[in-house]
């Protein structure tokens, strides 16, 4: 069932469908909630969490809450989910501490969309496990190891867009925290510890994966970086995962620019304050789109091929959140606002 939301429209119309994006999302649910990648696809608890998100943009608010209501119920005793389920059976044991801490920021969004004081309260033992369970794998340094495997060992190694992630989920965490009236202390001591080790201590995380683009922008994305950091990392890094007039590279050496990546920049570029930019970068995607109104994946350049030609719902929320960074839709538009962020006294 669909509620309607009032939204604002974009003064430059760039052809945003709410309601194609929506309605590809709500017909890949599953009646339990769940939300795969698409059609038969599997579905992990970070992308889950987006497509909620994107399901809450477009006022599909009941849909969304179903999504979250169906984590709560597969959440293990320790607060973490498995990586990937196949219509809610396991397809991956590995927890990853930011696949399970993300419920955060998709409860905190919906949050400031809704204004469902209930429904966070509900929520909350929920995400208190949640992000309990990431911060378990905090070490002294400030990083965070990135998973436990299926054989219950914990994983050393750190990722930077992992744990920029986390860095998010904290924030919007103790932003729920403190509307609920619960002081929490450590996740904000964990907090600034990560914090320190994204900016400070570079060498903690795994550099084999700077060829992702998340790896450049995921900082400032999360507010770990802002001002003349962030200026000074987006010029940095611009010429290796850009295509000018295209996107943004998934990964640096290969030339494929995805959909979802160039909207995560867009909402880190406006998230900076640099909304002409963001706007610039976003009408360069606005038209890869099939027929129905939904986004593509992906396309390899110079010659324009689709690929993969799923129709991804996780890509077509996060393209509608873009939408939302700069043209605030609705009251979550501003979530990733670094100036958004400045008002909170945790």
């Not at 994006?21 to 017909?27: D, G, K, V, Y």
């Not at 867009?161 to 919007?172: A, E, F, R």
């Not at 930019?277 to 099939?290: G, H, K, P, Q, T």
């Not at 979530?335 to 006294?345: A, G, I, R, T, V």
Request: proline share 5%; with cysteine.
């Amino acid at each position: 069932m669909k509620v309607e939301t009032s939204l604002n429209r974009p003064a430059a119309d760039l052809s945003i469908n709410i309601e194609d994006i929506c309605n590809l999302i709500a017909q890949t649910q599953l009646s339990s909630g769940e939300i795969p990648w698409s059609e038969g696809q599997k579905t992990d608890p970070w992308d889950h969490v987006e497509a909620a998100m994107g399901l809450s943009t477009g006022g599909y608010l009941n849909r969304a809450q179903r999504a979250f209501e169906w984590l709560a119920g597969m959440q293990h005793e320790d607060g973490s989910w498995y990586s990937a389920y196949m219509q809610g059976e396991p397809e991956d044991k590995t927890r990853d501490a930011n696949m399970s801490s993300y419920i955060a920021v998709g409860l905190f969004h919906h949050y400031l969309i809704t204004g469902d004081l209930a429904f966070i309260k509900q929520m909350w033992p929920t995400v208190s496990a949640a992000i309990d369970f990431a911060l378990a794998l905090q070490t002294p340094n400030g990083e965070i190891h990135w998973a436990i495997s299926p054989e219950g060992e914990v994983d050393p190694m750190a990722l930077l867009t992992g744990s920029s992630s986390i860095y998010m989920s904290l924030k919007c965490a103790l932003a729920i925290a403190k509307i609920l009236g619960h002081p929490v202390p450590r996740w904000h001591s964990g907090l600034i510890k990560l914090g320190n080790a994204i900016k400070q201590k570079p060498h903690l995380f795994n550099m084999t994966k700077s060829r992702y683009s998340m790896y450049w922008f995921y900082p400032i994305l999360a507010g770990v970086l802002s001002g003349a950091d962030a200026r000074k990392r987006i010029d940095k890094y611009w010429k290796k995962y850009i295509i000018e007039e295209r996107g943004v590279l998934c990964v640096s050496d290969e030339p494929w620019v995805t959909i979802a990546e160039t909207s995560e920049l867009v909402i880190a570029l406006a998230a900076m304050g640099n909304h002409k930019l963001a706007e610039i970068v976003y009408s360069w995607i606005v038209d890869r789109r099939y027929d129905d109104g939904s986004y593509w994946c992906g396309f390899t350049c110079p010659d324009i091929i689709i690929w993969p030609e799923e129709k991804i719902t996780w890509t077509n929320a996060v393209a509608l959140m873009a939408a939302d960074a700069i043209y605030n839709l609705t009251p979550a538009g501003q979530l990733f606002s670094h100036k958004f962020w400045e008002s909170f006294d945790f």
